[in-house]
């Protein structure tokens, strides 16, 4: 697949404190996108990027914020974890071309106690 | 109305069986379609894309139809394997890929 790693692969936090989930690719992908999956509502994308340094939010964006600082990385801050962000976030890649596939890594799940 | 819509299912069905689900979605002009398969507590994967004159890999055949605006998945000769939850995308615009929930199958020896 696309070569895409996501950190950490599992983890448990409290409310109030920030969390940085990490996304790595080796694609050399233009597009990174971030998604959160829970039960019910399938996936909803939370932020993407269409560059180095270029972002954007998507529907369910409150409270994250990205930041994308060369083109493998793209990182998820939680900046207070609350507990309805407890879910489980997938990271994905596509290549520049319009209506390409998007490629996801093995995501992350979050639990906020 | 949701953007995309699956039946959830599950669709349980015997192994052998053709089973088939199909995917509406509101957006006119909505431009490229693909098909996901999800197992259990992993990421979603491409099965495949949805071609305008529909197409086929082995087993799976994706049709879309413009005017009723679904696209629909046909798997034929079902295996025990194919279990997993099926997931249609709809891309509208340049970045805006829309998932539909889902819908589980089942083949039961």
């Known amino acids: 697949d696309a070569g895409i790693t996501q950190s950490p692969r599992h983890k448990v936090t409290e409310t109030g404190t920030p969390v940085t989930l990490r996304c790595h690719q080796t694609?050399?992908?233009?597009?990174m996108y971030w998604y959160r999956q829970d039960p019910g509502h399938g996936l909803r994308l939370i932020h993407y990027s269409y560059g180095v340094k270029d972002t954007d939010k998507g529907e369910v964006s409150d409270g994250y914020s990205v930041s994308r600082s060369k083109t493998e990385d793209f990182l998820l801050t939680l900046e207070s974890a609350t507990s309805s962000q407890t879910s489980v976030y997938f990271c994905a890649t596509r290549a520049g071309q319009n209506n390409s596939p998007l490629h996801f890594g093995n995501g992350t799940r979050l639990t906020v106690t | 109305r949701k953007e995309v819509e699956q039946d959830p299912g599950p669709f349980n069905v015997p192994e052998g069986a053709t089973v088939a689900f199909n995917c509406t979605y509101s957006?006119?002009?909505?431009?490229?379609f693909f098909w996901y398969r999800q197992d259990c507590r992993k990421e979603p994967k491409l099965l495949m894309s949805?071609?305008?004159s529909g197409n086929e890999d082995g087993r799976f055949t994706a049709q879309l139809n413009r005017a009723s605006q679904y696209i629909s998945l046909l798997i034929r000769d079902s295996k025990l394997s194919d279990s997993a939850t099926y997931l249609c995308v709809v891309i509208m615009g340049t970045y805006k890929y829309i998932f539909g929930t889902g819908t589980r199958l089942k083949v039961l020896a």
């Open positions: 957006n006119s002009a909505s431009q490229s």
């Open positions: 694609e050399n992908h233009r597009y």
């Open positions: 949805v071609y305008s």
